[in-house]
């Protein structure tokens, strides 16, 4: 079984962590792919492709089942996740389980995807809901069949979707970086990407 949790990463911050972390836990036995964007389609990342992929390497390189996956930033292109789960169907075959974790916000934006119809016939989805709070999925979605365990999607390609209650931690990458824009030092990211992000001067204006 294969796990994609794609995004920009920019930065990686502890919401990012604790969603990984979720996932890893509710797949034990599979191996979590931690997928940075190279050019997102709806939005432009601010710090480059290497600074954000060695932030991710060195946050996950504790979990031992999380990869962080190159496969966008190598490809030409806009980062389209119903080009990279093609991909992942060529490497892996046409019975291996991938699941394409989304979060809330993420799912319930998929209407306006790269073909998102296709989705639903490449890999289960698994939506990493809040506590307290369900993602309404576009109709693209309706063919999907909503199951509760997570050991279900073993056995099945696709086709499926889960909801996964993660923790409730307000934080995203855009508020991280307008911290920095005001000069805070106090940032909801793990300790190694702060010292990061600071000795690289990331996210700064030209004149400081």
Known sequence: MQILFGGTFDPVHSGHVAMIEALSAAFPEATVHVIPNRLPPHRQSVASSTDRLKMLEMVL???PSVVVNRIELDRDGPSYTRDTLLLFRDQFGAQESLVLALGADAAAGLSRWHHPEEIATLAHVCVLDREGRSAILPPVMDTL?????ADMLQNVPFGHLLRL???VIRVSSTAV???LMRGETDLPVPDEIS???????????PND
């Not at 010292?195 to 204006?205: G, M, P």
């Open 177 to 179: 970086r307008e911290k």
């Open 195 to 205: 010292e990061y992000i600071h000795t690289q001067r990331l996210y700064r204006t």
């Open 145 to 149: 069949k909503e199951i509760d365990r």
């Open 165 to 167: 209650k993660t923790p």
């Open 61 to 63: 390189a504790r979990f």
